[in-house]
C-alpha cells in the first residue's frame, strides 16, 4: 500500500501533511458559522399586497385573480396560493425544486408590475419577499415606556429601526403594534353638506395646493440656477386657510371653517402587549449569511448603548432569542460525540489492554473530525443540526477502518516482532475489507446527498458531512495508523503485569466463546435442519418486526424544545379591536399561572404562519410564551403543553390553538388537507364533516378548518339612471364613499427629513345607520341622501377567501398527540374524506404530511439505489457477484433492531430515522464483509477445506466485528440517551441506528455463514 509504506518510511514529510490538515481543521472551526438548520434554497414567494378597506372578496377580484393570471406563466411554477383577507392579499409562488429563486424572485417582480397596472390605484405597491429558512427572527425586544403607543411607535419606527438595522447580521426590524402618523383633515359632515360640499372637494383642493413642482434650470453668465416651485406648507396649521370654494357671491369657504387638521395615528389595526403593559414588539431578522448567536450577541451589545438614549421612562425589553438554544443545542451535541469517543476508546482498551492502541486510535478518531472541519467549510456548510448528528453518527462507525487495519498491524507485530514491516504489512493486510467497507459508507451517501425533495434539502448536508468523515477516515487509517504504530509499538517483555494477567483473563474468556460460536457453526453446516431453522426463525423475526411499523407510526421531525409555546386566539369575527384586546389580556393572566414562564409577548391584528405568511384580522391574537430551558425546569415540554391546554379548556368564544413552533420559524399545524371542487359550499361541508369524524379518534388536537362565519358587510349597489340624471359617475360616488369612512391621501405634509400622508375624511362616529344619512351634492348644488344614489343592503360577507391554483378550496387541520403518528392519523383522514366527497372533489395532503410522503418515497428510491450500488461495489472489489450478495443479507436484520427499539423507547420513525436506515446499510454490511475476506485468504493459502475455512474465518472475524459492533453501539448511545437541550432531535437516529447495528451484528454472523454454507461445494463433497 503506497501511503502506508510512504508513511512509514517517511514519517516527517506524512507528520507535515497531516499537522497541516490538522491547523487546517481547527482554523476552519473558527470560521464556520453556528446555525440551527443548515442552509437551504427554499423555492418559496411570497407576494404581500395591501388595499386598505377592502373586503376578502374585493380583495379576490380586483387583486388575487389578476396576480394570478399573471404568475400562471412563471417558469418552474408548482404551486400558487392566495389568502384574502380584510385589507390584504398573500399570494404563496412554491416553484420546482432547483429553481434559483433569485432570478424567480426578478421575474415576479416583473410579473407583478403588469399586474399592477390593472389593481385600483388605493392599492399599495406589493411587497415581494422571499422565504429564507436562515433569515429569520432570532430575537424579540419590546419597546414599552410612560406615555402613549403612538410615541412608542413613533420614536420605534423612525429612530430605533434605524439603530437596530445597523447591527452587523441584521437584517431588518420588524415591528408590530402602533401605526404610522399622518396628518388627518377630520371633515364635519354636517358642515360640509351645509356648503354644497363632498370630500372629493376637499381632496382636489388639499392635492392642487401642496406639491412641490422642479421647474427646471435657467442659464445667467455661463452658470447654472436651478428653479423650484415649492407649494408644501411649513406646518399643519398652514392647511387652515387653504380655500375649499369661492362662492359667486363672495363666499370664502376655507378649510378650517368644515373640518379638524391635527396630526395622529392612522386607523389602528394592530397592538401588542409585554405581559399587561402595551408596548411595540419588535423581531429582530437576521441576514441569511450571518451568524445566529454572533448576531445575537452583537445586537446584546448593542442594546445597553440604545437603552441609554432612550427617553426617560422608556425600556427596551430583551424578551427572548434563538443564541442560547443553538448554543446549548451545539454544546450538547459536542458533549455526546465527545462521550462517544471515550466509550468507544473504553471498548478498544477492553478488547486490546494496550496504552499505545488507545492512544492511537484516541488520537485519530478527534483528528478524524477536526481535519473534516476543513472540507466542510470549504464547502460553506455551518454547523448546525445536520451536520452535528452527522458527526455525533460517524465518532462510532468511522472507527471501524482503524480497528481493521490495528487488528491486522498488531497480528503481525505479533509475529514478527518488527513494527515497521508490521505497519506496512498488516496495512497491505487489509487494505481491500477497509476499502470495501468504505466504499459501500460511500455509496450509500451519494443518493441521498442528491435527492430532489425539499427533505433532501436538509439531510444533503448531513449526507455530505458523513461522506467527508468517511474518505478522512478512509485517508487516516492508511497513514496516520501505520506511522504511529511503527513508531509507538514496542516489544513487550514484562509478561507479569497486571495489564497482561487482565489481557490473558479476557482472552481466555474470548476463546472460550469464540469456540462455541465456531461449534455452532459447524453444527448449523452439518445438519440442513438447524440451518433451516434459523432461517426460518429469522424469517418469523423479521415479519414480527414488521408488523411492528403500524405501531410505531410515521413522523416528520422530532419536536424541538426551544422553550416556546404558542396560543393563538380566534374570536367571533364580530369583535372590534377592543374586544380582542380585554379577550387578549385575560388570556395573558391565565397564562401567568403556568409554571416556568418567564415572559408573555402578545400581539393583536396578526398572527404568524409558516414560510412566511400570516393571516391578518382585528378578532385575531397570538400568545407568545416564553419559558425556562429545558435544564433549568421539571416537566417536559409535551407536559406543559398538556397543561397550558388543560388551562385553556374553558377559554370561551374563541378557537384556541396551542402550539410548539417549529425551529425553522412559524407554528402551522402539521397535518393539513385541502378540498377543492366547484362549490365552496360543498366543501366547506366537507371539511367540516371530515373534522367531525376526527373528534371521535385521540390523537387530534387543535383541529380546525377553514369554515367560518361571515362578518357583516354593508353593499351599496349605484343606482345609474338616478347617477346619470345628476351627471356623476358611479366611480365617483364610489371614491366620495371612501373618502367619506376610509379617508384618501389627499398630499404629502413634509417637516424635515420626514414625510406624512395628509387624509381627508369624515370624523368617526359609531354606528352603521350613518352610511345611509351619507349625502352628496346634486348637479344644482343641493345635497341629496346617498340611498337616492344607490340600494343599500347588509349582507354576510366572508372574512377570509382561500385560494390555491387558481380556485377556491377548504382546509382542515390539526396538530397531533405524540400517541398518533402522522401517518397512521392521515389514514383515518383519508377515509372520513372519502365518505364525505361526492364526485368531482378530491383532496390533497399538504404541508408537513405532504413533505414527509415525498421524503420517504424520495428514501426509499435512495434506499433501493444504495442496495445496488453497495453491490456493484463489492463485486468489483471482491470481483464475485455472489459473495456481494450473500453480504447483502445483514441489510435486512437491521430492520429488526431499528423497529423494536423505536418501539420500546416510544420513538416514531422520522425523516431522519429512514435516512439513518438508509446510511446503515453501507455500515451493517462491514461484519460480513470481514469474515468473507477472511474466509477468502484462508481459502487462497489452501490449507483447509471451504466448509472448514469458512468456520475458521468466522471465528477470526468475530473480535474485530464485535469490537466494530460495540464501539459503533457505544459511540451512538450518548446521542441516543442524551438529555441535553437540544437532544430530542438527536435521540431517535441515535436509538434507532445503534439497534439496527447491534441487531444486524448478532444475526448476521450466524446468517451469512449459514446462507452462504449452502453454495459451498468442497472436493471432498463432489467426490
Given at each position: 500500500m503506497f501511503l502506508a509504506t510512504a508513511s512509514v518510511k517517511r514519517p516527517v514529510a506524512m507528520s507535515a501533511l497531516l499537522i497541516g490538515l490538522t491547523l487546517l481543521?481547527?482554523?476552519?472551526?473558527?470560521?464556520?458559522?453556528?446555525?440551527?438548520?443548515?442552509?437551504?434554497?427554499?423555492?418559496?414567494?411570497?407576494?404581500?399586497?395591501?388595499?386598505?378597506?377592502?373586503?376578502?372578496?374585493?380583495?379576490?377580484?380586483?387583486?388575487?385573480?389578476?396576480?394570478?393570471?399573471?404568475?400562471?406563466?412563471?417558469?418552474?411554477?408548482?404551486?400558487?396560493?392566495?389568502?384574502?383577507?380584510?385589507?390584504?392579499?398573500?399570494?404563496?409562488?412554491?416553484?420546482?425544486?432547483?429553481?434559483?429563486?433569485?432570478?424567480?424572485?426578478?421575474?415576479?417582480?416583473?410579473?407583478?408590475?403588469?399586474?399592477?397596472?390593472?389593481?385600483?390605484?388605493?392599492?399599495?405597491?406589493?411587497?415581494?419577499?422571499?422565504?429564507?429558512?436562515?433569515?429569520?427572527?432570532?430575537?424579540?425586544?419590546?419597546?414599552?415606556?410612560?406615555?402613549?403607543?403612538?410615541?412608542?411607535?413613533?420614536?420605534?419606527?423612525?429612530?430605533?429601526?434605524?439603530?437596530?438595522?445597523?447591527?452587523?447580521?441584521?437584517?431588518?426590524?420588524?415591528?408590530?403594534?402602533?401605526?404610522?402618523?399622518?396628518?388627518?383633515?377630520?371633515?364635519?359632515?354636517?358642515?360640509?353638506?351645509?356648503?354644497?360640499?363632498?370630500?372629493?372637494?376637499?381632496?382636489?383642493?388639499?392635492?392642487?395646493?401642496?406639491?412641490?413642482?422642479?421647474?427646471?434650470?435657467?442659464?445667467?453668465?455661463?452658470?447654472?440656477?436651478?428653479?423650484?416651485?415649492?407649494?408644501?406648507?411649513?406646518?399643519?396649521?398652514?392647511?387652515?386657510?387653504?380655500?375649499?370654494?369661492?362662492?359667486?357671491?363672495?363666499?370664502?369657504?376655507?378649510?378650517?371653517d368644515i373640518a379638524e387638521i391635527k396630526m395622529a395615528t392612522a386607523d389602528l389595526r394592530q397592538i401588542a402587549f409585554f405581559e399587561n403593559e402595551p408596548c411595540i414588539a419588535i423581531k429582530i431578522i437576521k441576514r441569511s449569511d450571518a451568524n445566529a448567536v454572533a448576531t445575537v450577541e452583537n445586537l446584546q451589545n448593542s442594546i445597553a448603548k440604545i437603552s441609554a438614549t432612550l427617553p426617560a421612562g422608556w425600556k427596551l425589553n430583551w424578551v427572548s432569542d434563538d443564541a442560547r438554544f443553538i448554543q446549548a443545542n451545539a454544546s450538547s451535541a459536542w458533549d455526546n460525540i465527545f462521550q462517544g469517543i471515550l466509550l468507544t476508546a473504553l471498548i478498544l482498551f477492553l478488547f486490546l489492554y494496550n496504552f499505545k492502541i488507545l492512544l492511537i486510535a484516541g488520537i485519530t478518531m478527534p483528528l478524524n473530525i477536526v481535519i473534516g472541519f476543513f472540507f466542510m467549510q470549504y464547502l460553506n456548510y455551518t454547523l448546525n443540526l445536520s451536520t452535528l448528528i452527522s458527526i455525533g453518527l460517524s465518532v462510532g462507525i468511522l472507527v471501524t477502518n482503524s480497528l481493521v487495519v490495528l487488528e491486522a498491524i498488531m497480528k503481525r507485530f505479533a509475529e514478527t516482532g518488527d513494527a515497521k514491516k508490521a505497519a506496512i504489512e498488516g496495512t497491505s493486510a487489509s487494505t481491500v475489507p477497509v476499502l470495501a467497507s468504505s466504499g459501500t459508507n460511500i455509496v450509500v451517501l451519494f443518493p441521498i446527498a442528491n435527492m430532489g425533495s425539499m427533505v433532501g434539502m436538509f439531510l444533503k448536508p448531513l449526507a455530505t458531512t458523513m461522506l467527508i468523515m468517511t474518505a478522512v477516515s478512509l485517508f487516516l487509517s492508511f497513514t496516520i495508523i501505520p506511522l504511529l504504530s511503527s513508531i509507538l509499538l514496542k516489544k513487550d517483555t514484562n509478561e507479569s503485569g497486571l495489564l497482561k494477567k487482565l489481557e490473558a483473563g479476557f482472552n481466555k474468556g474470548f476463546s472460550w466463546v469464540t469456540q462455541r460460536y465456531m461449534d455452532l457453526i459447524t453444527m448449523a453446516q452439518n445438519s440442513m435442519g438447524i440451518s433451516a431453522f434459523f432461517i426460518i426463525a429469522f424469517v418469523l423475526l423479521m415479519a414480527q418486526a414488521l408488523s411492528l411499523a403500524p405501531l410505531v407510526g410515521g413522523g416528520f421531525m422530532p419536536t424541538a424544545d426551544m422553550g416556546n409555546i404558542t396560543i393563538k386566539l380566534e374570536f367571533p369575527t364580530s369583535y372590534g379591536l377592543e374586544q380582542t384586546r380585554l379577550r387578549t389580556l385575560e388570556a395573558v393572566r391565565l397564562a401567568r399561572t403556568l409554571p416556568d414562564v418567564s415572559s408573555i409577548l402578545s400581539g393583536i391584528g396578526k398572527v404568524d404562519g409558516g414560510f412566511g405568511r400570516s393571516s391578518e384580522g382585528v378578532y385575531l391574537a397570538e400568545v407568545k410564551l416564553r419559558i425556562a430551558d429545558k435544564d433549568k425546569r421539571s416537566i417536559s415540554i409535551d407536559e406543559f403543553l398538556a397543561k397550558t391546554k388543560a388551562i385553556f379548556s374553558n377559554f370561551t368564544d374563541a378557537i384556541v390553538t396551542i402550539s410548539i413552533p417549529s425551529p425553522a420559524g412559524g407554528s402551522d399545524a402539521p397535518l393539513q388537507v385541502e378540498f377543492s371542487g366547484e362549490n365552496l359550499n360543498i366543501l366547506d361541508q366537507i371539511a367540516t364533516t371530515v373534522k367531525s369524524e376526527a373528534e371521535d379518534i385521540a390523537g387530534f388536537t387543535s383541529m380546525d378548518t377553514t369554515v367560518r362565519t361571515g362578518k357583516k358587510k354593508i353593499k351599496v349597489t349605484p343606482k345609474r339612471n338616478v347617477l346619470s340624471e345628476s351627471q356623476m359617475a358611479a366611480v365617483n360616488l364610489g371614491t366620495a364613499l371612501r373618502g367619506n369612512v376610509e379617508g384618501l391621501k389627499a398630499a404629502t405634509f413634509k417637516k424635515g427629513d420626514r414625510n406624512y400622508d395628509i387624509v381627508v375624511k369624515f370624523a368617526e362616529n359609531e354606528g352603521s345607520e350613518q352610511v345611509k344619512e351619507f349625502s352628496f351634492a346634486g348637479k344644482d348644488g343641493k345635497q341629496i341622501a346617498l340611498t337616492n344614489f344607490g340600494q343599500l343592503d347588509q349582507v354576510i360577507a366572508p372574512i377570509q377567501i382561500i385560494r390555491k391554483d387558481k380556485q377556491r378550496i377548504s382546509k382542515f387541520e390539526s396538530y397531533l398527540s405524540a400517541s398518533l403518528p402522522m401517518g397512521k392519523a392521515m389514514n383515518y383522514v383519508n377515509d372520513f374524506a372519502k365518505k364525505a366527497m361526492p364526485v368531482g372533489y378530491e383532496f390533497n395532503a399538504r404541508g408537513q404530511v405532504e413533505m414527509m410522503h415525498d421524503a420517504q418515497m424520495n428514501l426509499a428510491e435512495a434506499a433501493v439505489i444504495a442496495v445496488v450500488l453497495v453491490l456493484l461495489t463489492l463485486a468489483a472489489i471482491m470481483e464475485s457477484f455472489m459473495m456481494p450478495a450473500i453480504i447483502l443479507l445483514a441489510v435486512p436484520p437491521m430492520l429488526i433492531g431499528m423497529l423494536w427499539a423505536l418501539y420500546l423507547t416510544g420513538y416514531s420513525i422520522s425523516i431522519f430515522v429512514i435516512m439513518g436506515g438508509v446510511m446503515l446499510i453501507g455500515i451493517v454490511v462491514n461484519n460480513a464483509i470481514l469474515m468473507l475476506e477472511e474466509y477468502n485468504n484462508l481459502v487462497a493459502e489452501g490449507s483447509l477445506p471451504k466448509r472448514q475455512a469458512l468456520v475458521q474465518a468466522c471465528g477470526a472475524s468475530l473480535r474485530p466485528v464485535m469490537m466494530i459492533t460495540l464501539a459503533a453501539v457505544l459511540g451512538m448511545l450518548p446521542m441516543a440517551f442524551g438529555s441535553g437541550i437540544g437532544s430530542e432531535l438527536r435521540t431517535d437516529i441515535g436509538i434507532a441506528s445503534a439497534g439496527g447495528i447491534l441487531s444486524s451484528a448478532i444475526i448476521s454472523m450466524f446468517l451469512v455463514p449459514i446462507v452462504f454454507n449452502l453454495f459451498l461445494r468442497d472436493k471432498t463433497d463432489q467426490a
Open positions: 481543521g481547527i482554523y476552519s472551526f473558527f470560521k464556520m458559522g453556528l446555525e440551527l438548520m443548515p442552509k437551504v434554497d427554499i423555492p418559496y414567494i411570497t407576494i404581500v399586497t395591501v388595499f386598505p378597506g377592502a373586503s376578502p372578496e374585493q380583495i379576490e377580484t380586483d387583486i388575487a385573480k389578476r396576480i394570478e393570471d399573471r404568475m400562471m406563466t412563471l417558469e418552474g411554477l408548482k404551486h400558487i396560493s392566495s389568502t384574502c383577507m380584510e385589507n390584504a392579499c398573500q399570494t404563496l409562488l412554491e416553484f420546482n425544486l432547483g429553481t434559483d429563486v433569485d432570478v424567480a424572485a426578478t421575474d415576479v417582480r416583473e410579473k407583478l408590475d403588469l399586474a399592477r397596472a390593472d389593481m385600483p390605484e388605493d392599492v399599495e405597491d406589493p411587497k415581494v419577499l422571499k422565504f429564507d429558512v436562515n433569515s429569520k427572527p432570532v430575537a424579540n425586544l419590546a419597546l414599552t415606556g410612560q406615555t402613549t403607543v403612538e410615541e412608542l411607535y413613533d420614536y420605534a419606527d423612525n429612530y430605533l429601526r434605524d439603530k437596530l438595522t445597523v447591527v452587523d447580521g441584521v437584517a431588518d426590524a420588524e415591528l408590530i403594534g402602533g401605526a404610522k402618523r399622518e396628518v388627518q383633515i377630520l371633515i364635519d359632515r354636517e358642515k360640509l353638506a351645509a356648503r354644497g360640499l363632498s370630500t372629493l372637494d376637499v381632496v382636489y383642493t388639499v392635492n392642487s395646493a401642496i406639491k412641490t413642482i422642479p421647474v427646471g434650470r435657467i442659464k445667467e453668465l455661463g452658470t447654472e440656477i436651478s428653479v423650484e416651485f415649492s407649494g408644501d406648507v411649513s406646518h399643519i396649521d398652514n392647511l387652515k386657510e387653504l380655500e375649499i370654494s369661492n362662492k359667486s357671491d363672495g363666499r370664502i369657504i376655507f378649510l378650517k
